[in-house]
């Protein structure tokens, strides 16, 4: 798993690695250029010219080596120049100005008019930033802001800190895309600063994962080459029993679709024996839509038949203290709470230290708020989960783009799957299933989580394929198979 840095810790990680590998600070540098260029030509973007902001850093150096290789596949390039003095360029950026071909244009930002349109590369500020942008960058960020067209940052958008959020009043460059090197800085992961992101992209630059050990973060982001080592092998000889046998709790009036789609995605996920545990009265919908799944009524009373349980989707909060403060008591192994089941921990906090050890808690941003008060920003709430995550022993998955997971040891990790068209109604009970089905597998709590949002968001961006803003929880339930092919396959 990529350990995220600081942002200082960027050009010490440069250092060591081009020291170990014996490679130039320059070689590095063309290195991630030529990952941006990859990335760049495998969209297609067509037709436009293509207007490159460049300062004097390493930021601008990238954007200087970027104009080079596309003007040498025939795009139409200028460079703004967003510094005063070619003597002010970096060593590495001056290399890559006197490369630049004649044929790119080289205009001053004072003298730069509005094009009407076109696409256009932020290489003017990156992790390099210090403390807020000051005045003379300000219109700069400002001309970027109000240009038409597609943007795209290199790194990091320019006036955004590595560990910062574009508040309201701070001065940021907007992008659709940001193709960032080496490892996600950290602040391109907050729900804060989507609109100023855009679509995050990761450029491998060759950093080896052995030299990230020798710097100490407790945050990781999640790379689809970690979940085929935390998948369980099964094999010929493997029966129903192998697969998990589970319990969702869950569903009440008008609410019984929401333990549906978490049978089926458990289903789906490889879950040998799934019961749902409902009242009496709606016994019918899941017998009729989900065969199957089998179906039990309120007063079960033997849980230990089950090797997990996930309770919550649907749920309601009426009168479900009692049970689920049965529930925790009478079950011993890691269980999924979700939704109304963590209302009620919020309702009744004493409940929490009888949660099991190891039960992982998967609430979205609003139902996270209700159970530890109200956050300030990602940060704030980052250390929030992590202080719950440790005092109760317990494992936190917050929903929302980058779903972060807090172990009880500290650690943190991002995920990396995922589209927006996952905001729909149901997706998170998809998700209970999931992670649910995993831990009836056998998988360690930790791997249950990580698989499960990985899988969950990866299911999510297929369905998004397919059907766009008209995605609904049920297509991202048929798209989990799949999800297992690409993973273990490539
Ligand atoms: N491993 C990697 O990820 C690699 C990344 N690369 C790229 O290098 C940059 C970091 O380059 P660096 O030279 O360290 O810094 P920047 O270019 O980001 O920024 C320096 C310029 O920023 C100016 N600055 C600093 N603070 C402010 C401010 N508050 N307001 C306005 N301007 C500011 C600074 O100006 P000075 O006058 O202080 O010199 C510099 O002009 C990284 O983001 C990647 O893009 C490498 O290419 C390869 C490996
Ligand atoms: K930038």
């Known amino acids: 798993m990529i350990r995220i840095l600081k942002g200082d810790a960027v050009s010490k990680l440069d250092q060591m690695h081009c020291k170990r590998i014996g490679q130039s600070s ?25 207007f490159i902001y460049v300062g004097g850093g390493n930021n601008g150096g990238d954007g200087l080596g970027i104009a080079r290789h596309l003007q040498q596949r025939n795009y139409q390039v ?29 205009i001053s930002f004072e003298d730069f008019d509005f094009p009407s349109k076109g696409i256009f590369i932020d290489a003017f500020l990156g992790v390099g930033l210090k403390g807020k942008l000051r005045d003379s960058a300000l219109p700069i960020v400002d001309s970027w802001n109000k240009q038409q067209g597609v943007k795209i940052a290199v790194d ?28 996600p800085k950290l602040s391109l992961l907050f729900p804060e600063n989507a609109k100023v992101v855009g679509e995050l992209v990761l450029v491998d630059i060759g950093i080896a994962d052995s030299l990230y050990q020798e710097f100490e973060s407790d945050l990781f982001y999640i790379q689809k080459k970690d979940i085929p080592e935390r998948h369980r092998r099964f094999h010929r000889f493997s029966h129903k029993g192998d697969f998990g046998r589970i319990l969702l709790i869950g569903g009440s009036l008008g609410k019984m679709g929401a333990v549906v789609l978490s049978a089926k995605s458990a289903l789906r996920t490889g879950a040998g024996l799934v019961t749902c545990q409902i009242e009496e009265s709606e016994r019918f919908i899941i017998q009729a839509s989900v065969p199957e799944a089998m179906v039990i009524g309120e007063d079960l009373k033997d849980l230990d038949a089950f090797d997990a349980i996930g309770v919550g989707p649907g749920w309601g909060v009426d009168n ?3 049970k689920l403060e049965f529930l ?21 906090p004493e409940l929490l230290s009888l949660l099991p050890k190891n039960s992982i808690l ?41 779903t972060l997971i807090s172990l009880p040891d500290g ?51 297929y369905a998004g394929k397919i059907r766009f803003q008209g995605t609904i929880a049920s297509d991202i339930i048929e798209q989990i198979p799949r999800t297992f092919e690409f993973v273990e396959n490539s």
């Open 26 to 50: 320059y070689e590095l540098m063309e290195t991630a250029v030529q990952g941006f260029i990859h990335w760049f030509e495998e969209q297609k973007f067509t037709g436009q010219e293509i």
């Open 362 to 402: 998967t609430p979205h941003l609003g139902e996270f708020e209700r159970l530890v008060g109200s956050c300030v920003n990602h940060l704030d709430r980052m250390g929030k989960a992590s202080e719950l995550s440790k005092k109760y022993q317990i494992i936190l998955v917050l929903k929302g783009a980058n």
């Open 411 to 461: 650690r943190q990790l991002f995920n990396s799957t995922g589209t927006h068209f996952m905001a729909t109604g149901g997706a998170g009970d998809v998700l209970t299933g999931i992670i649910t089905a995993f831990l009836g597998m056998g998988y360690s709590p930790e791997n249950a989580a990580i698989c499960g949002v990985f899988h969950h968001g990866l299911a999510g961006e």
């Open 78 to 106: 200028t460079v703004v120049l967003c510094f005063n003095d070619e003597a002010d360029l970096s060593a590495d950026s001056k290399i890559n100005f006197d490369r630049l071909p004649e044929g790119v244009s080289k």
């Open 320 to 322: 479900r203290e009692k």
């Open 328 to 348: 925790l008591k009478s079950f011993s192994k890691p269980m999924v709470l979700d939704a109304d089941a963590l209302n009620v921990l919020s309702q009744n």
């Open 156 to 183: 990091i958008p320019s006036g955004l800190l590595s560990e910062g959020i574009a508040e309201e009043k701070t001065s940021v460059a907007c992008a659709d895309y940001t193709v960032t090197f080496a490892f």
